[in-house]
């Protein structure tokens, strides 16, 4: 089962890049009905897992377990992917982040390729959208707290935004009546006024010099969105 949610780290900006990883850094830390001890003592007793990953468009939440344990676990991923944060589990957060930081740049040592993939983003759109980095700004570790946790998720958290999946349901009325119990029927709501900025495409070049006997180029051009309809499926 998952949330896949239509958020990434092209949806922070400069006052709340770092937000998404602060997120999957505190994740089970819920509070409403559970907590992280409870949490992980579902994940072990189910024999199943739970886990929280993001891209710089795409944020999703997915877990497995045996069929008894099904209503439990889909409680826990509701509130770890729409509970807001804490005090607590924020400033958790800020400890978290920048240890995260230090092992990438510790490991960025020995791979002279590691940011390859972020420095094209980086120079195609700037410090802004798709070239937001995906572990944040390290000048804006300073600022993350509760607040700027928990208005990151309401202005990009929404129902329009989240799809609910799952595989390997035997009944599935069953589960659209267990999701329609935790979370409400499926009605319109009225959503945040908050719009996601269009990446605008810059374009540039850049180069890195390394210590090593490889030489990677890495070329990129414009084109049309994935999701357009000019773009063939294999």
Known sequence: MGFLMDVGTRDETPETSGSL???????????????????????????????????????????????????????????????????????????????????????GQFDPFANTAEFLLRTAYGYNGLGMPRLGLK??????????????????VTPRKCLIVASGIKNHKEYVDLVKERLGDLLPVAEHEHTREAAQYLGGEYRAWAETPATQITLAFESCPWSSEDVSTY
């Open 21 to 107: 990883l602060a997120l999957k850094n505190t994740y089970l830390k819920t509070l409403k009905h559970t907590n992280e001890t409870l949490n992980y003592g579902m994940i072990q007793m189910s024999g199943g897992s739970m886990t929280m990953d993001y891209d710089q468009e795409r944020t999703y939440f997915k877990g497995h377990c045996i069929e008894y344990d099904t209503i439990d676990m889909f409680q826990m991923m509701v509130d770890i992917a729409l509970e807001p944060r804490s005090v607590m589990a924020a400033n958790v957060a800020k400890s978290k982040n920048q240890k995260s930081q230090d092992l990438h740049t510790h490991l």
């Open 139 to 156: 000048k804006n570790l300073g600022n993350i707290d509760a607040r700027m946790l928990q208005q990151f998720v309401m202005d990009n």
